[in-house]
């Protein structure tokens, strides 16, 4: 089988170097976004200045068709002001804790005895009905800390580079029938454990974060939707505190704490959440044809959201700024999309690439329905708009703020050859690897789910998953400008190059049941 030549416009890469490297505003991006925005959890007051920031800052670039797209049932927003937590007894000391989000406050400060107790099943709320009045709960066992003999920093090495050349055949890739049975019971359970707590007049429940040495690594509790019961103030505190007061227990030592949580709900249970769109408008021949780039807006709420993802928009932005700023005239439309709610299972970009370009039948079964979209298998036939066949590519950017080493191709054979031409301009700046490899859990499954080639760039991981992924150390400190600059180059080339090669991206085979 013979390849064309993939051409690669040296002239106009040589131009987005220039301009991403010497000219770079990616971190007053990130800066404005993250420190006077701030975190930016779906569908809260944050995220909504975001929208209009990020709309205003499009505007002002040049760009065209601004706008934001709505979003249904996503729920309410929640932010929090304050949250603090004593210990009384045995002694006295502040602790270290943050509340879930969607969880309500406190009406000021409130004191309670801690307690032990696991309620993971209904029968452990038969066993604790009764005895459980104006106690702190800890629901989670004292955790032994191991030390991490492994850097908490990393980049890929010749070595790890290599080795994602290699590819595992992977195991059945669906959601399982105990994944989805799991996920049924939890759905089922959650309200009547809310329930019960704010019956029984429990006063508060602490978790254990997840991770070591003052990370507090925290999410979601409550409820997102009106109507269904939020519980009680619900957080998570840092491990090495939890197991302070576990240990006081395990002696038998009574422990009373005082906490106090301002937090709120915001907006109202039908009012929806948006995506920020805008477009760089193609004008050769292929003009009615789309090239798409995003990021996902939404965050966590304890940090920034500076990595996760204030760091993959920051970059997707400073790529449309740079072409923009280069002076480049892109046969096809190129796209770009601050998604909203991907924490919450990649609601925003499923519902763009349903609205505009494809999706399956909702199941009739409520059971079903009420499985997010992102957990379903594909059943049936896809139902495609005519869009479908005018949108080549995807390109999303989604592992915190570590510089690109190479893109995942997910299994998209013919695309491999393209990408490795396309990244020749950039190996001098670490960018090499085309992995056959499939990464998930971002908002590029939303698209390959549908078969429109949806890719994910390899990114070196730093200190990911040691201190930031959804902890409250997800700040700019975290963040490394370098890397983001090498990065707003990179994406900017490919959707480039994707706007201008003769043919849109091959697609892989689509499996439909
Ligand atoms: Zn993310």
């Known amino acids: 089988m013979v390849h064309a030549q993939e051409s690669v416009d040296l002239d106009m890469t040589g131009r987005i170097r220039q301009e991403a490297f010497q000219r770079s505003q990616v971190m007053a991006t990130l800066g404005h976004l993250t420190e006077v925005i701030g975190p930016r959890l779906t569908n809260s007051p944050a995220m909504a200045q975001a929208n209009a920031w990020t709309r205003a800052k499009f505007t002002e ?21 304050d949250a603090g937590v004593e210990m009384l007894s045995p002694r006295i000391m502040p602790l270290h804790a943050l509340p879930k989000a969607w969880t309500p406050g406190t009406t000021g400060p409130v004191e309670g005895e801690a307690a032990f107790a696991k309620l993971q099943n209904k029968a452990d709320l038969e066993k604790w009905k009764g005895k459980l009045k104006g106690k702190v709960l800890f629901t989670d066992e004292l955790r032994i800390y191991k030390v991490n003999e492994k850097s908490d920093f990393n980049r890929h090495d010749h070595e790890s580079l290599e080795d994602l050349l290699s590819y595992p055949l992977p195991t059945d890739r669906r959601t399982g029938p105990d994944q989805l049975a799991q996920y049924r019971e939890r759905l089922e359970f959650t309200p009547l454990l809310n329930k019960f707590l704010v019956d029984e007049g429990v006063v508060a429940t602490m978790s254990i974060s997840s991770w070591d040495n003052g990370i507090v690594r925290v999410m979601g509790g409550g409820s997102r939707k009106a109507g269904e019961p939020v519980g009680v103030p619900a957080m998570v505190m840092m491990a090495e505190h939890y197991n302070t007061v576990m240990r006081a227990l395990e002696r038998k030592q009574a422990v009373r704490l005082r906490l106090n949580i301002e937090s709120r709900f915001t907006g109202n ?40 993802n204030g760091a993959g928009v920051a970059v997707m932005m400073e790529a449309m700024r740079i072409l923009k700023a280069v002076g480049a005239r892109p046969n096809r439309t190129i796209r770009v999309a601050l998604w909203t709610g991907e924490e919450q299972g990649l609601i925003g970009s499923q519902a763009y690439v349903s609205r505009h370009f494809a999706s399956y039948a909702e199941p009739v079964d409520p059971a079903e329905k009420a499985i997010p979209v992102s957990l379903r298998t594909n059943k049936g036939k896809l139902r495609r708009t005519p869009a479908y066949d005018k949108v ?12 690109i080493r190479g893109i995942y191709a997910q299994e998209n054979l013919a695309a491999a050859p393209i990408f490795e031409a396309w990244l020749k301009p950039w190996n001098d700046v670490g960018a090499t690897v085309v992995t056959q490899r499939n990464t998930g859990s971002t908002d590029h499954i939303s698209f390959d789910r549908a078969g429109i080639p949806g890719f994910q760039f390899v990114q070196d991981q730093l200190d990911y998953f040691s201190h930031v992924h959804h902890t409250h150390l997800d700040v700019q400190d975290h963040v490394v400008a370098d890397d983001l600059k090498q990065a707003s180059a990179i994406v900017a080339s490919f959707v480039y190059n994707t706007a201008m090669r003769p043919g849109k991206l091959p697609r892989k085979m689509l499996v439909e049941d």
Not at 62 to 68: Q, S
């Open 61 to 81: 670039w040049g760009l065209t068709h601004v706008h934001d797209e709505a979003v249904d049932d996503i729920g309410r927003g929640w932010e929090f002001s």
């Open 269 to 308: 249970a039908d009012e929806p959440g948006y995506n920020t769109i805008a477009e760089l408008p193609g004008s050769g021949p292929q003009r009615d044809e789309v090239v798409m780039l995003g990021a996902h807006m939404d965050s966590w709420h304890t940090g920034s959201g500076a990595n996760d």
């Open 392 to 403: 080549s590519a995807y390109f999303n950017l989604d592992n915190g703020s570590g510089k």
